[in-house]
């Protein structure tokens, strides 16, 4: 299955808080399957304890480790903010949500690392007209 599909993506999220933003991205993932509904808790509560903000205007909420059980499958959410959100005082414009089934998180974050790492590539992130294009930058992630 893969880990990033295109119901999963949205450029027209509506939060304009770090803690909307982590429910908007739970939600994806409750709705894709990936976790149960108390993974918001478990994003928050990993929040609490480190922020997830990655820097590149990037920030990947998560569970805990002691979240395991409330993740049914791998599974990625994307959210594109046109109006940077206030993540801890860095501006962000993407929210990914992550969930990894038996560690499966490590490999998915290390792809997301990869493209982020890069400002030509969040600069085509940043530009794509539609989810569409926005899967198809982050494709590698299903490989």
Not at 75 to 92: I, K
Request: aromatic share 4%; proline share 4%.
């Amino acid at each position: 299955m893969a880990v990033l599909s295109l119901e999963q993506i949205t450029t027209s999220p509506r939060a304009t808080t770090k803690e909307e933003a982590i429910k908007e991205a739970a939600d994806m993932l409750v709705a894709a399957g990936a976790v149960t509904p108390d993974y918001a808790d478990a994003m928050r509560e990993r929040e609490a304890s480190v922020s997830t903000y990655m820097g590149n205007l990037l920030a990947i909420p998560h569970g805990t480790n002691e979240s395991k059980e409330s993740i049914l499958d791998s599974g990625l959410s994307v959210a594109r903010y046109e109006t940077p959100l206030d993540w801890d005082g860095n501006p962000v414009k993407f929210v990914i949500g992550i969930a990894g089934k038996d560690g499966g998180h490590l490999e998915m974050l290390s792809k997301i690392a990869v493209v982020f790492a890069d400002e030509d590539e969040v600069a085509k992130l940043e530009a794509a007209p539609d989810a569409a294009a926005i899967l198809q930058l982050l494709g590698d992630v299903n490989e």
